[in-house]
């Protein structure tokens, strides 16, 4: 019943081996539905580069138990200004070596050298198979346009 085993073999009852049978199954179902979470910091400031890159740290490897499992991933970048300049910089994340469309994007054109902003996205993803997934956080910008170590990362919860 509901895929537990429970008296076996059916003759002659074994009604402490089938309790075990049932609390060992049960166990084994809990700890599938865990919850996992996982979270990267970038260790040092990084200057963006003109091609999307990884920021090296920013990342996380999580395992999950089964198929279809439910991740909710959150990032930020600290990005500061470092010398006159315009152009856009902004952050990702891919999963398993795919960027993923959500982003956030930084345009510091009329601000001062020095300026500084924190970006930050968040999004759900359904993991296809089961086994570990990494989450990466990536980011593409002008030279001029740093990631600070400060508040750059990535976060992921996934349940199974």
Not at 14 to 23: F, K, S, V, Y
Not at 69 to 75: D, E, I, L, P, R
Not at 120 to 144: D, M
Request: some cysteine; aromatic content about 6%.
């Amino acid at each position: 019943m509901y895929g537990f085993r429970f008296l076996e073999p059916m003759d002659p009852p074994d009604i402490a081996g089938g309790l075990e049978n049932l609390a060992d199954d049960v166990e084994e179902l809990l700890a599938d539905k865990q919850p996992r979470y996982g979270r990267g910091e970038l260790p040092t400031a990084v200057a963006m580069t003109a091609s999307i890159t990884d920021l090296p740290g920013a990342e996380v490897t999580i395992n999950s138990p089964r198929a279809g499992a439910v991740a909710f991933v959150s990032f930020a970048a600290d990005l500061q200004l470092t010398s006159a300049g315009a152009g856009n910089a902004f952050v990702l994340v891919s999963i398993d070596g795919v960027d993923q469309p959500a982003n956030a994007v930084w345009n510091p054109a009329t601000l001062p050298t020095g300026a500084r902003c924190t970006v930050a996205n968040a999004f759900p993803a359904v993991l296809i198979a089961a086994g570990n997934h990494t989450f990466k956080l990536r980011g593409q910008g002008p030279a001029n346009i740093r990631a600070n170590n400060i508040h750059t990362n990535v976060s992921v919860l996934v349940l199974p």
